[in-house]
């Protein structure tokens, strides 16, 4: 089975909002040189939570669990800020240096691009965004806690020696297991919450 990258293709079943949400923050132009997709993850949060743990651009380490350390070389962690991140033992790279383009507290929409470091990623940039996910009221239960939809899109070269299938391959894992540790830190954090104040 062909393996899918195509924004439109992963985006057909996902909703007005999200395919919006791509028009207007993941439509990339690429080189001739580039490739570019996208990872869709619904998280059973509200985005204000969910936000709370993006938007901390010092610390990825929180929820992505191939890094295990980060430093900022520049800034505080607003626009404009660079980090050092440290990549886990067993992956090929051991430092990436990442610069913050855009923080919206509002829209819910964070870009980075990738400056330097030890690994195969160049020219990355990256788009997260976070939106709130239609509801289906024949679905939709009273106190039903409201989720979120997290979609992130990137471009980047394809490596010499590589296709863009491999790459677009190896980053979109990347992404996924990313978002899915998103997810999973997240609806833990709010059930403890929720079990603490049922108390």
């Known amino acids: 089975m062909k393996l899918v990258y195509n924004p439109n293709q992963i985006l057909a079943e996902r909703g007005n909002t999200a395919q919006g949400m791509a028009r207007q923050y993941h439509s990339h132009h690429l080189l001739p ?30 929820y992505k669990m191939f890094i295990c350390g980060c430093t900022l070389r520049r800034g505080k962690g607003g626009v404009g800020s660079i980090r050092e991140v440290n990549i886990v033992s067993g992956l090929p790279a051991e430092t990436s240096f990442e610069r913050l383009d855009k923080l919206d507290d509002d829209l819910h929409v964070m870009r980075f691009s990738v400056i330097g470091g030890d ?69 833990t954090r709010r059930l403890k919450a929720t079990n603490f104040n049922s108390v």
């Open 119 to 187: 690994h195969r990623l160049v020219n990355y940039h990256s788009t997260l965004t976070l939106h709130e996910e239609e509801e289906e009221e024949e679905e939709e239960e009273d106190g039903e806690v409201r989720k979120t939809v997290a979609i992130e899109s990137y471009v980047v070269d394809v490596p010499d020696g590589n296709s863009e299938e491999e790459t677009c391959y190896f980053v979109n894992n990347i992404i996924g297991f990313n978002l899915r540790a998103l997810a999973a830190v997240t609806e």
């Open 33 to 62: 040189n580039q490739c570019s997709s996208l990872v869709v993850q619904t998280i059973k949060a509200p985005v204000a939570q969910v936000w709370s743990m993006v938007r901390r651009f010092d610390q990825p380490q929180c």
